[in-house]
């Protein structure tokens, strides 16, 4: 069920819309750069000699 918006639907609805762009790019972002932190940490803990566990 979609709600009448009248004259403010465009504004609304691209407001939603970059939230939602913006919200995913954060996820994204976030998650590349955790697995590129987690590499680093694995290539420092390898030159260290230590290993997982």
Do not use: C, H, N
Not at 16 to 22: C, H
């Amino acid at each position: 069920m979609i709600p009448d918006l009248g004259k403010y639907a465009f504004s609304v609805l691209t407001a939603y819309g970059a939230s939602i762009t913006l919200l995913a790019g954060l996820v994204v972002m976030s998650l590349w750069r955790g697995a590129r932190v987690r590499r680093m940490l694995r290539e420092v803990e390898r030159r260290q000699g230590r290993t997982d566990g």
